[in-house]
């Protein structure tokens, strides 16, 4: 059992470390696959349709997908003129529970999470919500996963839309509070169009570490969380102080966001929120932003003194630079706004990993595009890279990059295709199906999936 937080840099079979910022995207959706296991549920690919209209104000998306549809209404704010407009999506309201003149310039874009899964205080999960409905696969699988879901439909929406609105969207931002601060946390974490994360007051199961919180007080744990908002199965396999044993923690999920931009608020002066933990998880969380040498795309500020959900005055000011610099792109200075009125010896939870570098040079390498053209050779027939003008890779099996298309290396100066041998899988953080005839659990875009072990995993054969 693990009694210090996780590496965030290290692989999940403990072949070695991140290396490169290419290596961190395949190390995010290690991360990613192993949320989704043990805590969420599998987030569903997009889907087969979307379909946008804007009219009178409201933003209407309907979506295709698994033989069910849904659709999703939002009532934006959309300033007037020409734009192009960044675009922050609130959970609940158009801002979350921020100001609404901290984002004034802005299309505000409320997320209404009842559309997908229904708000439940008590544990009781409504199977029948439109997600569930869409996706009755996912029936265990908690709510979080449906709400990320949600936003990134909003998002596809948006993008239908943009023209008509003047939408920025390289520069959107989530935010939300308490329960919703969680919502915006795994929002972000998820989607990669999302350029500033905003998580405010959002306690266990948010911003703080699993582990931490099950050393300190009356605080929420993975014991006594709501379980419509996450799987049973995080509760039966690790609760009872076995957080130790999870392959992750929370400081993980917030490092899923870096490079992009992250800042969370805390109010101490409320006990379950457990600020002494998400204190600890966001200085581990900060190491990956320092690794990358961006240092400044990450900051908090945890006080007192107000309400909850009632951002202070400090708080407003220091979120307020953030909003200025990555959504509305202003040239303004946030470097080291980490303000905590709580302490905690976070150095002995991460004293074996702080301080590691990232090479960030193979950042400046050129990413392949479909421009080139090549003679095909005679990989063609098993080379996925033929098809958009490159070789397949002869020798080298490091990866470089990696995009929708697959996994990139360079050979002689020259981009090439890594082909996969065997496991299509692996490339998303799991494991093949070792059965004869593995049980087919749940079909998206990336192929079917059986699980093993308790674990998702890829099918590659059937009978």
Not at 138 to 159: N, P
Request: proline fraction near 4%.
């Amino acid at each position: 059992m693990n009694v210090y937080l996780n590496y965030p840099f290290s692989w999940s079979d403990g072949s070695g470390r991140v290396k490169t910022l290419a290596d961190w995207e395949c190390r995010r959706n290690e991360i990613k696959a192993e949320i989704e296991n043990y805590e969420l549920g599998k987030k569903p690919n997009p889907p087969q349709s979307i379909k946008a209209t804007y009219s009178g104000g409201t933003l209407t998306v309907v979506v295709n997908d698994n033989g069910g549809s849904l659709t999703l209404t939002s009532k934006l704010s959309v300033p007037s003129g020409s734009g192009p407009f960044p675009v922050i999506i609130g959970m609940n309201s158009g801002t979350g529970s921020l100001g609404g003149n901290l984002f004034s310039g802005f299309i505000q874009v409320p997320f209404n999470h009842d559309q997908c899964a229904q708000y439940s205080m008590n544990g009781q999960k409504n199977t029948n919500a439109p997600f569930y409905r869409m996706y009755p696969n996912l029936k265990q699988a908690g709510d979080y996963i449906a709400w990320s879901w949600g936003v990134s439909r909003l998002i596809d929406g948006l993008e239908k839309v943009k023209d008509q609105i003047h939408a920025d969207l390289s520069h959107i931002g989530v935010t939300g509070c308490s329960y919703a601060g969680k919502m915006a946390l795994f929002a972000g974490a998820f989607d990669e169009r999302i350029a500033l994360t905003i998580p405010q007051e959002s306690g266990g199961g948010g911003i703080n570490a699993w582990r931490v919180s099950d050393t300190i007080g009356n605080v929420e744990k993975i014991d006594n969380t709501n379980y419509s908002w996450f799987m049973q199965a995080l509760k039966n396999n690790f609760g009872s102080n076995r957080a130790g044993k999870l392959p992750y923690d929370h400081h993980e999920a917030i490092a899923m966001i870096a490079p992009r931009a992250f800042f969370t608020m805390g109010n101490p002066d409320y006990e379950w929120l457990g600020d002494k933990s998400g204190y600890t998880s966001a200085m581990a969380a900060y190491e990956v932003w320092k690794a990358m040498g961006v240092e400044d795309r990450f900051g908090f500020n945890i006080v007192g003194g107000h309400m909850h959900c009632s951002a202070a005055g400090s708080q407003n000011n220091d979120v307020s630079k953030f909003i200025d610099k990555f959504l509305r792109g202003k040239n303004v200075n946030t470097s080291n706004i980490l303000s905590s009125s709580v302490s905690n010896d976070y150095n002995s939870w991460i004293s074996a990993w702080k301080g590691y570098k990232i090479d960030v040079s193979a950042a400046s390498t050129p990413k392949p595009t479909t421009t080139k053209t090549i003679q095909p050779t005679s990989q063609s027939s098993t080379c996925w890279a033929t098809k958009l003008g490159y070789s397949c890779c002869k020798s080298t099996k490091e990866v470089v990059y990696t995009d929708a298309d697959g996994r990139w290396g360079v050979e002689n100066n020259n981009w090439c295709g890594i082909i996969d041998s065997g496991c299509w899988a692996t490339k998303l953080g799991y494991k093949c199906c070792t059965a004869k005839c593995p049980v087919e659990e749940y079909v998206d875009n990336d192929g079917s999936w059986g699980i093993e072990n308790n674990n998702w995993c890829g099918i590659t054969k059937s009978c």
